[in-house]
């Protein structure tokens, strides 16, 4: 069953922050994170592994809760380049098949 | 880093003809490959699993005789849309996982191949 996020859209003033969220009806094995720009593939941001942990890329950063089977991407001071549709990946087992997450399509205005 | 090669980037084809999409991992050798279609708006969804010298695994609900897919080297795994329809007309985006890294499960994309079937 593929991860729901939340919010579906959200649109931000440049230099605000946003939480976009990701939740899993299966324990979790990893949590990918990726933004896809419109007619492009996916571009990879973090991957985060069970254990709980916490990973930060420049101003965008992510925490994975196992218990909660849940994920989310924190983007701090939001630049233009950050828009685009945000997709969570998660793994639940060794097959290592990502599914994908329903999606978080994100603006960044002036 | 990885690269990943995905040929055409576009194609136009007629209602019944077949279309064949490759994908090449170019600086790594890829023992698993995953081909996913995605519609406008929507999440990406994994059709099949491509392994290297065996059969793809496919996914819920996709038909293996309509998608066929080939892996038959470390580096290539073709799809091919056979008796191509409009409903056909997607985004089919392959990925790759690197032999060598592949304990963190990262996937390495192709840029998409866009399908339109008139």
């Known amino acids: 069953q593929q991860p729901v996020q939340s919010p579906q859209a959200v649109i931000l003033r440049e230099g605000e922050d946003a939480v976009i969220n990701c939740s899993s009806s299966k324990a979790l094995y990893s949590v990918h994170w990726y933004r896809q720009k419109h007619g492009e593939a996916p571009v990879f941001l973090m991957i985060l592994l069970k254990g709980g942990e916490q990973k930060g890329h420049e101003k965008i950063s992510a925490s994975f809760n196992e218990k909660k089977q849940q994920s989310s991407l924190y983007l701090t001071a939001s630049q233009l380049s950050y828009s685009g549709t945000y997709f969570c990946?998660?793994?639940?087992?060794?097959?290592?098949?990502?599914?994908f997450g329903t999606g978080t399509r994100l603006q960044v205005t002036l | 880093g990885a690269v990943v090669s995905q040929h055409p980037s576009w194609v136009i084809c007629k209602s019944g003809t077949s279309v064949k999409i490759e994908c090449r991992s170019l600086d790594f050798q890829a023992t698993t490959m995953f081909w996913y279609r995605q519609f406008p708006k929507q999440s990406l969804m994994l059709m099949a699993t491509?392994?290297?010298?065996?059969?793809?695994?496919?996914e819920q609900g996709v038909e293996k005789d309509k998608f066929l897919i080939n892996h038959a080297s470390l580096t290539l795994s073709t799809l091919t849309v056979t008796s191509a329809h409009p409903e056909d007309s997607s985004f089919y985006i392959c990925?790759?996982?690197?032999?060598?890294?592949?304990?963190?499960?990262?996937?390495?994309f192709g840029a998409g191949s866009r399908l339109t079937v008139l």
């Open positions: 990925s790759a996982r690197d032999r060598v890294y592949s304990g963190a499960n990262v996937l390495t």
């Open positions: 491509s392994n290297e010298g065996s059969k793809a695994t496919y």
């Open positions: 990946g998660t793994v639940t087992g060794t097959a290592s098949k990502l599914t």
